[in-house]
């Protein structure tokens, strides 16, 4: 069974710029998180989505957005990128119908903006 | 909301002796409390976890044990490992709230564990 599946991996950017970051979740998974990871702040939950429905957000500006369609594959963006945005961005699944809580994380896409 | 606090930050240890991460909980709510392993340069992993209706939990090599009343959770690795080497992350959650939310967690800050030869 394939992972969870993120492109791309690396990516780098200029500020004022803006990406989109994609996440294929495990087969079967209906719901799609993202977390940003840096030093300084460690995990942080940026959003949920569920049946193409943003469930859940966490407390980061309005640039981030993100999206799920019709197959769970979800994606983010960001607009008007600036410095501190660098970060691994990392897309996790999980199962909605029998949910054990676990989350199945992708490998990220590293972020770097100059 | 939910914060999780992880000690220590850095934990050193030889080849073949134990290790504890310990982390503190907020939300009396929460009721799921997972570990995950994140090596260089790949996704956490879930290594064992343990739920509000559970003191202690073992899977080989690896213990997680809970206070709910002192709101405390603590993971126990031992006979350590060269491959034991990586990030540990500690995190929260109460997977009852939202009706609909499975995929938000409170993380700890982390803990790098070296495990030398």
């Known amino acids: 069974k394939a992972g969870v599946t993120q492109t791309p991996r690396y990516l780098i950017k200029t500020r004022g710029q803006q990406v989109t970051l994609s996440c294929s979740p495990i087969?079967?998974?209906?719901?799609v998180s993202w977390y940003q990871q840096t030093p300084g702040q460690g995990l942080q939950f940026l959003f949920e989505y569920f049946s193409e429905t943003q469930r859940n957000k966490g407390n980061f500006p309005g640039r981030f957005s993100g999206r799920q369609f019709s197959n769970s594959r979800s994606e983010m963006n960001v607009s008007t990128l600036e410095l501190g945005d660098s970060a691994l961005y990392l897309c996790?699944?999980?199962?909605?119908?029998?949910?054990?809580?676990?989350?199945?994380f992708g490998e990220g896409s590293r972020l770097t903006v100059l | 909301g939910e914060n999780v606090e992880q000690h220590p930050s850095t934990l050193s240890v030889q080849e073949g002796d134990s290790a504890v991460i310990k982390c503190t909980y907020s939300d009396s709510a929460s009721n799921y409390f997972p570990w995950y392993k994140q090596e260089l340069g790949k996704g956490p992993q879930l290594i064992i976890d343990i739920r509000s209706n559970v003191g202690e939990k073992k899977d080989q090599r690896i213990a997680v044990t809970l206070n709910k009343t002192a709101k405390h959770f603590s993971l126990h690795i031992t006979e350590t490992q060269p491959e034991d080497s990586a990030v540990y992350f500690c995190?929260?959650?109460?997977?009852?709230?939202?009706?609909?939310?499975?995929?938000?967690?409170?993380f700890g800050q982390g803990t790098i564990l070296t495990v030398h030869p």
């Open positions: 087969s079967g998974h209906r719901s």
């Open positions: 996790a699944s999980a199962l909605t119908r029998g949910n054990t809580g676990e989350l199945f």
């Open positions: 995190a929260a959650t109460n997977t009852n709230a939202g009706g609909t939310s499975y995929g938000k967690l409170t």
